[in-house]
């Protein structure tokens, strides 16, 4: 079994480190990456080409907590921080919203269908990952709904932002009126009408050093920016100043979060079970490991036992794995990770430490099983999170 290379150089601002299928791990300033997935990477040694890239992230930045102002969040599960709203939502129809995101000056047309919700101030601090769970809304719903600043909520049919600022809003019955925008606090859109995207074949994940997060298709870079199109529609551009990370999916990294456990046994503590979790922690949060907030991985709790069927087609299992934040200060878990039956050893995995993140680089060569175990120590147990838990393909 083999850990990921170490870096020893010392990086520079700019730098990024880039992961292919191999062991290598490049560090150096983004040169290209091109449509088939080949990045080229200039490091103080020369230029080197990562074939079948699977991310490129910043040397020594964690990955930033998802954003907390003025918010798209789209049916893509895409968030983009917005600028202040008189100059963030410009106007828009009932079929589409004009949005300046707050990390560039241009101007995005965004298909309402696309649109789940739209913060217009700072969501509330228990505001859940999936917009459809917030408490304001009705669990079935077929209109729209609106929030206002002071909690009250009413609901119609969207009927566009209005030029002189307002939002046209069609109750069930009456007629329609104007609401204006400094008393909105949000808008969630008929989920009954919303599209997603199923993209075939690999699309890149940016995250920004703002939280952003935004999936691309047809994208590609070279040494200044990257350039893809938008899962919910409009063509972005964004400067590698910016990046913090560049994921690509659906390509050589297959994510655990995506595939179904061939078996799945979880024991409860004091008669109560914390089901596992794809994309979130056991508590619905964010999958916080360390200082970085992932986007992809699993949320765990003792005790968890999930075992992966490999078929043998796998060259490595890799995450980033730590105690989750909310219950970590207090308890404590012991990981365990099994190829074929036998215990890989990682003596970190035994005692994780409250804000620590354990990095893992497992060789899966022929393999046909991997298992992870999630136990109890000590007296008070914690959640475990697994950031970007994911298979790679030779």
């Given at each position: 079994?083999?850990?990921?290379?170490?870096?020893?150089?010392?990086?520079a601002?700019?730098?990024?480190?880039?992961?292919?299928?191999?062991?290598?791990?490049?560090?150096?300033?983004?040169?290209?990456?091109?449509?088939?997935?080949?990045?080229?990477?200039?490091?103080?040694?020369?230029?080197?080409?990562?074939?079948?890239?699977?991310?490129?992230?910043?040397?020594?930045?964690?990955?930033?907590?998802?954003?907390?102002?003025?918010?798209?969040?789209?049916?893509?599960?895409?968030?983009?921080?917005?600028?202040?709203?008189?100059?963030?939502?410009?106007?828009?129809?009932?079929q589409?919203?004009?949005?300046?995101?707050?990390?560039?000056?241009?101007?995005?047309?965004?298909?309402?269908?696309?649109?789940?919700?739209?913060?217009?101030?700072?969501?509330?601090?228990?505001?859940?990952?999936?917009?459809?769970?917030?408490?304001?809304?009705?669990?079935?719903?077929?209109?729209?709904?609106?929030?206002?600043?002071?909690?009250?909520?009413?609901?119609?049919?969207?009927?566009?932002f209005?030029?002189?600022?307002?939002?046209?809003?069609?109750?069930?019955?009456?007629?329609?009126?104007?609401?204006?925008l400094?008393?909105?606090?949000?808008?969630?859109?008929?989920?009954?009408?919303?599209?997603?995207?199923?993209?075939?074949?690999?699309?890149?994940r940016?995250?920004?050093?703002?939280?952003?997060?935004?999936?691309?298709?047809?994208?590609?870079?070279?040494?200044?920016?990257?350039?893809?199109?938008?899962?919910f529609?409009?063509?972005?551009?964004?400067?590698?100043?910016?990046?913090?990370?560049?994921?690509?999916?659906?390509?050589?990294?297959?994510?655990?979060?995506?595939?179904?456990?061939?078996?799945?046994?979880?024991?409860?503590?004091?008669?109560?079970?914390?089901?596992?979790?794809?994309?979130?922690?056991?508590?619905?949060?964010a999958?916080?490991?360390?200082?970085?907030?992932?986007?992809?991985?699993?949320?765990?709790?003792?005790?968890?036992?999930?075992?992966?069927?490999?078929?043998?087609?796998?060259?490595?299992?890799?995450?980033?794995?730590?105690?989750?934040p909310?219950?970590?200060?207090?308890?404590?878990?012991e990981?365990?990770?099994?190829?074929?039956g036998?215990?890989?050893?990682?003596?970190?995995?035994?005692?994780?430490?409250?804000g620590?993140?354990?990095?893992?680089?497992?060789?899966?060569?022929?393999?046909?099983?991997?298992t992870l175990?999630v136990?109890?120590?000590?007296?008070?147990?914690?959640?475990?999170?697994?950031?970007?838990?994911?298979?790679?393909?030779?």
């Amino acid at each position: 079994m083999f850990a990921a290379l170490l870096i020893v150089a010392a990086a520079a601002p700019g730098d990024f480190v880039a992961v292919g299928p191999g062991e290598a791990r490049p560090m150096g300033r983004v040169i290209a990456i091109a449509a088939d997935g080949r990045a080229t990477i200039a490091t103080a040694a020369g230029e080197v080409e990562v074939a079948d890239v699977l991310s490129v992230r910043r040397a020594g930045a964690p990955l930033p907590p998802l954003p907390r102002g003025p918010l798209l969040i789209a049916t893509t599960g895409d968030r983009v921080p917005l600028r202040k709203v008189e100059a963030g939502l410009l106007a828009g129809d009932d079929q589409t919203l004009r949005v300046r995101p707050a990390f560039d000056d241009a101007e995005w047309e965004v298909p309402v269908a696309y649109a789940a919700t739209v913060w217009l101030v700072k969501p509330p601090a228990d505001t859940p990952l999936e917009p459809a769970r917030e408490k304001w809304l009705p669990a079935n719903r077929n209109r729209d709904w609106i929030r206002l600043r002071n909690g009250d909520t009413a609901s119609g049919s969207f009927g566009g932002f209005h030029p002189e600022g307002g939002l046209r809003l069609k109750p069930e019955t009456g007629e329609e009126r104007l609401v204006p925008l400094d008393r909105i606090a949000a808008v969630a859109f008929n989920p009954t009408l919303a599209r997603g995207r199923k993209v075939k074949g690999p699309y890149a994940r940016l995250v920004l050093g703002d939280g952003t997060r935004i999936g691309l298709t047809q994208f590609s870079a070279d040494a200044t920016r990257v350039v893809g199109k938008a899962l919910f529609g409009p063509t972005v551009e964004v400067t590698w100043d910016r990046i913090v990370s560049l994921d690509v999916l659906q390509g050589k990294g297959v994510e655990l979060a995506d595939l179904k456990p061939a078996k799945a046994e979880q024991v409860p503590f004091l008669g109560t079970t914390w089901t596992w979790s794809a994309n979130r922690s056991v508590g619905g949060g964010a999958l916080r490991v360390g200082e970085s907030t992932f986007d992809r991985g699993l949320g765990t709790a003792p005790r968890t036992t999930l075992t992966y069927d490999l078929g043998g087609k796998y060259r490595r299992f890799e995450a980033t794995v730590g105690l989750d934040p909310a219950s970590g200060p207090r308890g404590g878990a012991e990981v365990r990770v099994l190829v074929d039956g036998k215990e890989i050893p990682r003596p970190e995995l035994r005692s994780l430490a409250a804000g620590a993140a354990a990095s893992l680089a497992v060789n899966l060569d022929g393999a046909k099983e991997l298992t992870l175990i999630v136990d109890f120590a000590g007296d008070v147990p914690a959640a475990v999170n697994w950031g970007d838990a994911r298979l790679v393909k030779p």
